[in-house]
C-alpha cells in the first residue's frame, strides 16, 4: 500500500511526484474509457491473444483460460439493498444530441434501503444489451472478464421503517454510464440513502431502453478544453439533472402511477445532493449553480466548466481527486466559493480510481498480463481496498453533515488514521 504523510497545504502547492507525467494527458482525453486504459496498460496482453496471459497450474498448454469473474466490493453499511430503473420522457425537450429525437429520453436508476427479500435476483452491473455494447471495446472483453452481480436485489420492497430518505443523484462521466461508479453508490445506500444514477443518453457510452433498444454514443467528440461541446454537453446534463428530480417529485405525488415497490413512500425530496466522476463531477458543481434543488455536491477528479467556475458557489462543494495539482478550474473557483468546502487530494490514486475500475482492474490484471506498474499507470499505486474505503468515508461523512447534520471528524483535516489525504486550499 502506497502511504505519504498527509499535509494541509494552499491549493497551489507543489505537484506531486508523477505531475509532469499527468501533465501531458489531455483530462479531456481521459474522460473517455477506451482512451484511458489505452494510457494506463498500452502494451499489455490485452492487444494479444488471449493465451498471451499464461497458463494456470494444471491447464493444457495452449488452452485458454476462462474469463475472470469480477466482484463488487460488500457495502460497509447495515441496510439491504434494493434496485429499480425507470424510463423517463421530456415532452418539453427535443434531444440535443440527435435531433430526429422528437423527445428527451432518459434512463434512471434507484439504489435503496429495501427488505430483505432473498428470493429476488441480485440486480446486474449492467443490462444484458448494454453490456454487449459495453464489452466490444476496452480491458473487460468477454473473453477476459464477466461483469458482476451488485448486491441490490432487483424491484425488492422498500424500506419504509425509518421513514423517508435523503437523496442523491449520481452523474457519469463522459463516455461512461450510470453504473461507473456502482461500489460508491451501494455503500451510500447501504447507509440509508436513496442514490438515483442517471444515464446522460448518447452522452453515456451506451444506454439499453425498455425492449432492448440500445442507444450507443453520439455527441460530437471533444477536441479540447475550450470545445463549445464540453459546455453543452454539462448544460444538457444539469437540463437533465433538474428534469429527473422534477419528475421523481411529480411520481411521488401521483398516488395513481405511483413509483414502483414503494419506493415513492421513500424519498425526501427537501434533502438532496448530486456527486459524480469526471464531466459528472462537474455537472455536479453547475447544477448547484444553476439553481437545480440541491443542498450540496461533489466532484470526484472533474474539472469545471462554464458560469460556476468565475461566479462560485454558495452551497456546500466537496473537490475530491487524484493525486495531482493540475486542474486550473479547481484553483480558479476555490476563492469563490462562499460556503462550506473541503478540498482534498488522495495520494496514490489516479483518474479512473474513482469509478468500478479501482475495484475491476486489480482482479482481471493478470488475465490480462498486465504488470504492477501498468496497472499502477491506470489506477495509481494505492492499494485498491484502501482507495475505495477512503472514498466511501468521505462521501457518507460528507453527505451525512450536509443532509443529515452529523460531523464525522474525517472532514475536519489531516489526520494520521488517513495519512493518505492531502487537504488543500484551506476550509470554511
Do not use: N
Not at 145 to 170: E, K, M, N
Not at 256 to 283: E, I
Request: aromatic share 6%; glycine share 10%; net charge positive.
Amino acid at each position: 500500500m502506497s502511504r505519504c504523510p498527509a499535509s494541509s497545504e494552499p491549493i497551489s502547492a507543489r505537484a506531486p511526484q508523477g505531475a509532469a507525467r499527468a501533465e501531458g494527458i489531455s483530462r479531456r482525453r481521459m474522460m473517455t474509457t477506451g482512451a484511458a486504459l489505452a494510457v494506463g496498460l498500452a502494451g499489455t496482453a490485452a492487444t494479444a491473444p488471449p493465451a498471451a496471459a499464461g497458463v494456470a497450474p494444471g491447464r493444457a498448454p495452449g488452452a485458454v483460460p476462462p474469463p475472470v469473474r469480477l466482484v463488487l466490493p460488500r457495502p460497509s453499511g447495515g441496510q439491504a439493498l434494493g434496485t429499480t430503473a425507470l424510463h423517463l420522457i421530456d415532452h418539453q425537450r427535443r434531444d440535443p444530441w440527435v435531433p430526429t429525437r422528437p423527445v428527451r429520453e432518459v434512463m434512471v436508476q434507484l439504489w435503496y434501503p429495501a427488505r430483505a427479500a432473498a428470493g429476488l435476483p441480485r440486480a446486474p452491473w449492467m443490462t444484458a444489451a448494454s453490456a454487449q455494447v459495453f464489452q466490444q471495446t476496452g480491458y473487460l472483453r468477454p473473453e477476459y472478464a464477466t461483469l458482476p452481480d451488485t448486491h441490490a436485489r432487483s424491484g425488492a420492497p422498500a424500506d419504509l421503517r425509518q421513514g423517508r430518505r435523503p437523496v442523491i443523484v449520481y452523474s457519469h462521466g463522459h463516455g461512461q454510464h450510470r453504473g461507473s461508479s456502482t461500489a460508491l453508490v451501494e455503500e451510500l445506500a447501504s447507509h440509508g440513502y436513496v442514490v438515483v444514477t442517471i444515464d446522460h443518453t448518447y452522452d453515456a457510452g451506451q444506454v439499453e431502453f425498455p425492449g432492448g433498444r440500445v442507444e450507443s454514443y453520439a455527441m460530437p467528440t471533444p477536441t479540447g478544453d475550450d470545445d463549445p461541446t464540453i459546455l453543452k454537453a454539462v448544460e444538457v446534463r444539469v437540463a437533465d439533472t433538474r428534469f429527473v428530480l422534477a419528475e421523481l417529485a411529480r411520481r411521488v405525488r401521483d398516488r395513481r402511477h405511483p413509483l414502483p415497490h414503494g419506493v415513492g413512500d421513500l424519498l425526501d425530496l427537501s434533502r438532496t445532493a448530486m456527486f459524480g466522476h469526471s464531466l459528472g463531477g462537474a455537472t455536479a458543481a453547475s447544477a448547484l449553480a444553476a439553481g437545480v434543488p440541491l443542498a450540496a455536491g461533489a466532484d470526484l477528479d472533474g474539472t469545471l466548466f462554464g458560469p460556476v467556475v468565475a461566479e462560485g458557489l454558495r452551497r456546500p462543494l466537496l473537490l475530491m481527486g487524484a493525486d495531482r495539482d493540475t486542474d486550473s478550474s479547481w484553483s480558479a473557483i476555490w476563492p469563490r466559493l462562499h460556503g462550506w468546502r473541503r478540498g482534498i487530494r488522495v495520494t496514490g490514486t489516479l483518474h479512473f480510481s474513482y469509478t468500478d475500475y479501482e475495484a475491476f482492474m486489480p482482479q482481471v490484471a493478470a488475465r490480462l498480463g498486465a504488470t504492477d506498474a501498468q496497472l499502477a499507470e491506470f489506477i495509481g499505486p494505492l492499494d485498491a481496498a484502501r482507495a475505495l474505503a477512503l472514498q466511501r468515508k468521505l462521501l457518507v461523512a460528507y453527505f451525512d453533515l450536509h443532509l443529515r447534520g452529523r460531523r464525522t471528524p474525517i472532514l475536519d483535516g489531516p489526520s494520521p488514521r488517513y495519512p493518505e489525504l492531502r487537504f488543500f486550499g484551506g476550509a470554511a
